[in-house]
């Protein structure tokens, strides 16, 4: 089935648009994180104010302190330069002069500030100057009973008349010894305000509240305020201050109270600020999102254009071969859970003598021709079936739903249906015909490779019957019936391979020298599912012939390493590697891993490559036996002589040990020419330092035969018979 090319239209319908979801998702996500920051940043800010506050409220009482323990001072000192006076006017108490005592009035205001009048205080509580400076005011009376009573002045407030406010000071008196006798004096409040005004912050308010009556303010630095009117807030308004603290001594505690617009207008400022953030990042983001938008589209278009090209044939769209292998190979492994046995057919269709139509007519025409020959295919391709190009003159069909019984029919509608194809432009009227092969996917198939196979066959044979004509390939064909049967045993070694039915069997090589150590070949069994051992002359060509050499070999060697780990012993053992696998560049690391992974001694393994895949393979078979005799094997040369050019490619292989072809060896005893044969090889491998094995001895003649000849080693059913080495046990 042909695969629409995907354009740009396509690849947007298919692939949902996620930029708008990933953009409303950034945007929340930042806006999430600009609020939190916001309100983050508002709290850190509330939690720096609260600092400030209780900073400013040390300091306020800390000047307040010291503003009293200042005035309390002053007091004392004003006392001792004037004692003479001060007790004058003790002594004269109700007739002192009010001359004496305005006298000594300036003399106090000019020596400490804000002072507004004194007088002396008896033990009583009354004063004795109170023909002077008048009645005491209730509050006055009230903080001098106080004092009086504790003996320390330690409830300090703002004492308030109709058109007055002030604090007064109780010092005692050092005129006298006797106790609770204090000098009186009472001072305006414009040092407590200006201490307060000092450290009013902005957006702060600071009030000097009384303790004993809640939401009564005596002193603010509120605006509007400025004659010291006397406040009371409410239960809701006091507690809305931000920070209270008790002032020792006094009946006071200092208030702050932020500026209620202030906490707002912060935190709307800092919304702000987040919104304006997060749109401009929003817009960003969005634009950043489209740009990678369409870049990745770009990219996803030209990858499915690459991916189009790559499994698509240019000329006419179809599958090409790579395709077109693996949707067969996706068929077959899906076949064989849902399984049908009379459904599952592949045709081959191959354009007799197309060259003909390109070398006559020209390739335009040529590609036309193909052109309408895909577009047929197409109109006629059943449902579900596939249409592939495999080459230039060549197409294939898979058809999952074609019965076996229905298949010739098919393919004969085919073949019939291209020799009508005509093009305007062909005006010597040359049809097109076609050899078409055809093979059912039964039970017997078990990859591409045999399905591809089968149909080259069936195509040779099609072609050879006269072309134009149709190929079952499961017919009695003799030609057939011989590849068919090569598939069953290549079916037979897979099926071995997964079942661990392979066996290895070892033949002794014999030193004709004393002392040496046992040296054995590695011999290759299969055993079919009946129990029965099949020689390798029956399986191993069509291993070689259908791509199954490599993987049998890798299997040898991997288990002869694994036997002689276990065997431990000094035995030397020789593997035979194919000319496939020789020329396979993974080989050596392969051999080597194996090496170090089971620690086995190199020079325990020898490899034998046959005269034929060395000259087949020189360059990879060069490569192999120089990095493996650096590693430490050895190399033995086998079936030597039965090559054309043995002698010439002999110098160039640095092998150990030449291996004489049994075909020289088997009648030696009764065929002179194959002895001298022997005698010449041998004398060779004198001049060129090797070692020779004979194999194929089959007799004692034979055997004296060539110990007289001076052959190093010998092998053969004579000698040593092949015996079981290992076979997988469950």
């Known amino acids: 089935m042909k695969e629409p090319r995907e354009n740009s239209n396509n690849v947007r319908k298919r692939k949902p648009n996620s930029t708008k979801r990933v953009v409303i998702l950034t945007s929340v996500i930042i806006l999430l994180l600009l609020i939190w920051q916001a309100l983050s940043a508002n709290k850190i800010h509330q939690s720096y104010q609260a600092s400030l506050m209780d900073s400013v409220t040390e300091h306020v009482i800390s000047d307040y302190q010291e503003y009293f323990s200042q005035l309390r001072l002053e007091l004392d000192l004003f006392q001792q330069k004037q004692l003479n006076i001060i007790q004058l006017l003790q002594k004269q108490g109700s007739t002192a002069s009010q001359e004496t005592y305005m006298q000594l009035l300036k003399t106090l205001q000019g020596d400490i500030d804000n002072t507004r009048l004194f007088a002396l205080i008896n033990q009583n509580g009354q004063g004795s100057l109170a023909h002077i400076t008048g009645n005491f005011l209730t509050d006055c009376e009230e903080e001098i009973k106080t004092t009086l009573a504790s003996g320390v002045q330690e409830s300090l407030f703002l004492h308030r008349s109709n058109n007055s406010v002030h604090f007064d000071i109780l010092q005692p008196l050092s005129t006298t010894s006797k106790s609770n006798e204090y000098l009186f004096v009472a001072f305006n409040p414009n040092t407590l305000i200006d201490i307060l005004n000092q450290y009013q912050l902005p957006h702060q308010q600071l009030f000097l509240m009384r303790t004993d009556q809640k939401g009564h303010i005596e002193l603010t630095t509120e605006a509007g305020n400025e004659k010291y009117e006397e406040m009371l807030v409410d239960n809701e308004e006091y507690e809305s201050f931000s920070y209270i603290k008790s002032i020792p001594n006094t009946r006071w505690q200092l208030g702050i109270r932020l500026d209620p617009q202030y906490n707002i207008d912060l935190r709307n400022k800092a919304f702000i600020q987040a919104i304006i953030i997060w749109f401009v990042l929003t817009v960003f983001v969005y634009v950043f999102y489209r ?35 693996q949707q067969l190979t996706d068929y077959i492994k899906s076949r064989d859970v849902t399984f049908n046995n009379e459904t599952g057919v592949v045709l081959k269709i191959d354009l007799d003598k197309f060259q003909v139509i390109n070398n006559s007519m020209g390739f335009t025409i040529g590609d036309k021709f193909l052109h309408r020959i895909s577009l047929s295919l197409q109109d006629n391709l059943p449902k ?41 432009e062909n005006t010597k009227s040359n049809n097109i015909t076609a050899s078409v092969g055809v093979v059912a996917i039964d039970n017997s198939i078990f990859d591409v490779q045999q399905v591809l196979s089968s149909l080259g066959q069936a195509i040779s044979l099609a072609k050879e019957k006269g072309r134009d004509r149709v190929q079952v390939y499961q017919s009695n064909d003799k030609q057939l019936l011989k590849h068919a049967k090569e598939m069953e045993i290549v079916h037979e070694l897979v099926d071995a391979l997964k079942e661990k039915r392979l066996m290895l069997h070892r033949q002794e090589i014999r030193a004709t020298a004393v002392g040496q150590p046992k040296h054995y070949e590695v011999l290759v069994r299969m055993k079919s599912k009946e129990g029965e051992t099949i020689p390798p002359v029956e399986f191993i060509p069509a291993a070689e012939k259908y791509g199954m050499i490599v993987q049998l070999d890798y299997w040898v060697i991997e288990q002869t390493l694994k036997c002689i780990m276990k065997e431990d012993s000094d035995n030397h053992y020789s593997i035979n590697l194919s000319g496939i696998t020789l020329a396979n560049k993974e080989l050596y690391q392969y051999v080597k891993n194996l090496f170090e992974q089971y620690q086995v001694n ?8 046959t005269e034929t895949s060395a000259i087949s393979h020189l360059d990879s078979a060069l490569y192999f036996i120089n990095h493996m005799i650096a590693f430490g094997c050895n190399f033995a040369l086998d079936d030597f002589g039965s090559g054309l050019s043995s002698f010439s490619y002999l110098q160039q292989l640095p092998i150990e040990t030449i291996k004489i072809d049994g075909a020289f060896v088997r009648d030696m005893d009764v065929n002179s020419i194959n002895r001298t044969f022997v005698e010449n090889i041998k004398r060779i491998a004198v001049a060129m330092n090797k070692q020779v094995v004979a194999e194929f001895v089959e007799n004692e003649e034979i055997e004296t035969m060539l110990n007289n000849i001076g052959v190093e080693y010998i092998q053969g059913y004579h000698i040593h018979k092949p015996e079981l080495w290992y076979e997988h046990q469950e």
């Open 384 to 424: 579900g079936g596939v249409l592939s190009r495999l080459g230039n003159d060549e197409f294939a069909m898979l058809l999952p739903d074609l019965a076996f019984q229905n298949a010739e029919a098919f393919a004969n509608k085919i073949r019939c249906l291209l020799k009508k194809i005509q093009l305007k």
């Open 291 to 325: 740009q990678q938008k369409k870049g990745i589209l770009r990219h996803q278009i030209i990858k499915q254009e690459l991916a189009f090209a790559d499994n698509h044939d240019q000329l006419t769209g179809l599958a090409n071969r790579n395709n077109f292998e």
């Open 602 to 609: 190199p020079a325990l393994v020898s490899f034998e490559i």
